[in-house]
């Protein structure tokens, strides 16, 4: 996920990304149970990019 292309967008922009992403991040975890995920290291790239875009929402609507 690009730091810039997250920057452009606006607040509703941003909610629907994390939303996708949340969606995401539950889809690599139920792969990761079940064990047919093979990038592991996705996850943790799926929860960084929630904390990214939860912290530019955050500043756009201070």
């Known amino acids: 996920m690009d730091l810039a292309n997250l920057r452009e967008q606006d607040a509703a922009g ?5 939303v996708a992403l949340r969606k995401e991040q539950m889809n690599l975890r139920l792969q990761l149970a079940t064990g047919q995920s093979t990038k592991t290291h996705r996850l943790r790239e799926v929860r960084r990019d929630i904390a990214r875009c939860k912290t530019l929402l955050r500043a756009k609507e201070a």
Do not use: G
Request: charged residues 40%; aromatic residues 0%.
């Open 14 to 18: 941003l909610r629907a990304e994390i």
